[in-house]
């Protein structure tokens, strides 16, 4: 077996990588050779790579409680119930504001002046940061300035370029990483009371506080420190989308007039199909006299 990954990177080699695939099809390789590919979505992969392929597609949950879920799911149980309860505490603000970068970016030009790829590799390597540092350290004080620095400048604003989002990164773990957080925090930053969830005692098991994420309050922009109305872009967006999506999957539709019709793809492919068969019935081919000007032998 053969494992790829990230060939999105090199577009001009995924060409090569489809013409050795076909010169091992031809030459009859092993039947438990395999090729693993990982690539994010990108027009520079061949086609026939793509249509010979069992694609599975890892998609980002949607919504604040399904990216907490997930975020917090990182973590196994065995790995949480060893730290002890500032680690916990800390690691669980952590993965709200993993779960807040990543769900701002559903807002577009609200959420993020660019595109940013944060992934589950940010937090992991977060917590593997926190757990370095705090288990290595004999100090009492937990050195808040050096975890809001590693995760806002190294980890998460590794991938920032813009002026603004930094600063509202930093925002945010100025905001969470602070000793309050070790005793009880809200945890809706900005929402100027109008929207409410405490973070749970410190200490607890993993149950508490995997039981404590579904007490999560119904999703608003005042989760991200936007006003209400922020959500009417970004439903009105994915409105769009799916009306798009249902047009291309149209089987066909029709209007008031000839030039308002909806044709769907099989039946232009059909059309076309039927013009060219008219015009190849419509032409005679001269195959006697073709046949008595030949020679036996180039008949065959």
Known sequence: WVMLQNIHLMPRWCIELEKKLDAFQVESSNPSFRVILSAEPSAGIPLGILERSIKLTNEPPQGMLANLRRSFALFSKEEFEDKDSKVKAILFALVHFHSLMLERRKFGPMGYNMKYPFSAGDLRDSAQVLYNYLEGSSAVKIPWDDLRYIFGEIMYGGHVVDDWDRRMCQKYLLYFMKDELLDELEMVPYADGKLSWMSPQPGGPHERYAEHLETLPPESPLFFGMHPNAEINFR?????????????????????????????????????????????????????????????????
């Open 236 to 300: 009105t967006v994915q409105c769009d989308k799916v009306f798009d999506v249902l047009m291309l999957l149209m089987a066909g539709g029709g209007g008031s007039g000839e030039d308002s019709a909806v044709v769907s793809p099989m039946a232009v492919a059909e059309a076309t199909c039927n013009e060219i068969i008219d015009e190849v019935n419509e032409k005679k081919f001269p195959t006697d006299d073709i046949s008595r000007s030949m020679t036996e032998e180039e008949k065959g």
